[in-house]
Each structure stands twice: as C-alpha cells, then as structure tokens.
C-alpha cells in the first residue's frame, strides 16, 4: 500500500518556464510534507516543507501547495533553471509513538533543458 | 562539520557474505534512520533509531540488523547478503521534521 505516490516518473520543461511536480497521499493523519532533490551519486537534500494546517509555502523560486481535501501537493519551481535538472521525491511525515518518520514517493525525474 | 557520512562508499559481496555499514553524524541529532532506495521504488525505512541505544523496525528490515551504541554512530548490518539486498543504502539523521542524508553505500551482492 503505497501512502505517498508520485505518478510521473519524468518532467521536460524549457529553461525559464515554470516545473510543476505532482504528489499524492491517502494517509490523513501525516503533519508535515517534505520535498528533496536528489542529485546522482549525492543523498538527497531538504529542499521545502509544509505544514499540514498550511496551503502553501514559498521559498524563494520554488513554492509548494497544499490542498488537504484532495490528498494532494504540488511543488512550483519558477523560473526553472538547468541547475535544477534532478530527481525530486516528495515525502510525508507520521508518527509512532516518539518517532519522526517519513514516507517517500518514488520520485520525479526533472530536466530542464536549454 | 561534515554532516552525515557513510563508509564504504561501494561494496560488493557474494551471496552469503556479511558487512557493516557505518553512518556517522557530528549534528548532535536524536534520531538517525537507515533507508534503501531501488529503482521504481523510493526509498524506504530499514530501520531507525530515536536515541543512544535503541532501535525500530522500519518498513522492510527483514535481513538487517542495527545497532546504535553511540549517538553519533549507526550501525547497519547483513548478517547474511542476498542478491536481494542489492541496493544503494543512505542514512539519514535528523530532529523534528527534516532529515539530513548521507551520500550512500551502493551495494552489490552477486
């Protein structure tokens, strides 16, 4: 049962226009929601969050929205820029007991090309 | 401050083999994680640790094993490799809500 979906495995988008990344979830009960960018041979690094009791949050040129009815976030990244060229995985954070944990997409494969 | 770092960086086994992972944080965080990630799959929890000498069961920790005998440090163990365990493992540690990864272990077992 995956909790966290990513349903495009890859993005194309020119340099300057705006990327949008999509992220389904089922699990109501997740507080917070985490994007990471991933270069290849690197781990991945936090790139943005949200709160759940949030619609979006704005991070210079990316911006993440929120929309709790439809189990659903988006990430914008405008303009976008080669440099951002990446896989993108969107995570969600539970709890048991006193653990933080996170629940991981499968990723988005970002290029931007010239 | 060197964040997370992860030896070996490569490794390759042959079935039946075993080794440990280490994972070292100089962040001074409570809780440290172990995760795979496959192609197609994400990554997923192995097995996390909410402090000095404990630790859970993640997602899919059969065949692993884990020990954190000082804070800083994660151990992540095969007792037994399988061609399954063919993967590329990153650590992870973090407070609240964000986690700061290591650079991975890619792992091969033929």
């Known amino acids: 049962d995956q909790q966290v979906k990513q349903n495009s495995p890859s993005l194309s988008v020119q340099e300057g226009r705006i990327s949008i990344l999509n992220c389904d979830y089922t699990n109501s009960m997740f507080d917070y929601f985490l994007w990471y960018k991933k270069y290849p041979a690197e781990g991945p690094t936090f790139l943005i969050s949200?709160?759940?009791?949030?619609d979006k949050n704005e991070d210079g040129r990316f911006t993440v929205f929120l929309n709790k009815s439809a189990k659903h976030l988006s990430l914008h990244i405008v303009p976008s820029q080669p440099g951002d060229s990446a896989v993108y995985f969107c995570a969600a954070r539970g709890h048991t007991g006193t653990a933080s944990k996170l629940t991981f997409g499968t990723g988005t494969r970002l290029q931007v090309t010239l | 401050n060197a964040g997370v770092t992860q030896t070996p960086k490569f490794r390759v086994l042959k079935t039946g083999q075993s080794m440990t992972l280490l994972c070292a944080q100089d962040m001074n965080h409570e809780y440290m994680y172990w995760y795979r990630q496959d192609p197609g799959m994400g990554l997923r929890l192995i097995h996390y640790?909410?402090?000095?000498?404990?630790?859970a069961k993640g997602e899919v920790p059969d065949g692993y094993n884990v020990s954190r005998l000082k804070k800083q440090n994660f151990l992540l163990g095969l007792e037994s490799a399988a061609p399954s365990q063919t993967s590329v493992y990153f650590c992870a540690s973090g407070v609240g809500y964000e986690q700061y990864f290591g650079p991975g272990t890619r792992l091969t077992v033929t």
């Open positions: 949200i709160s759940s009791i949030k």
């Open positions: 640790s909410v402090g000095e000498g404990t630790t």
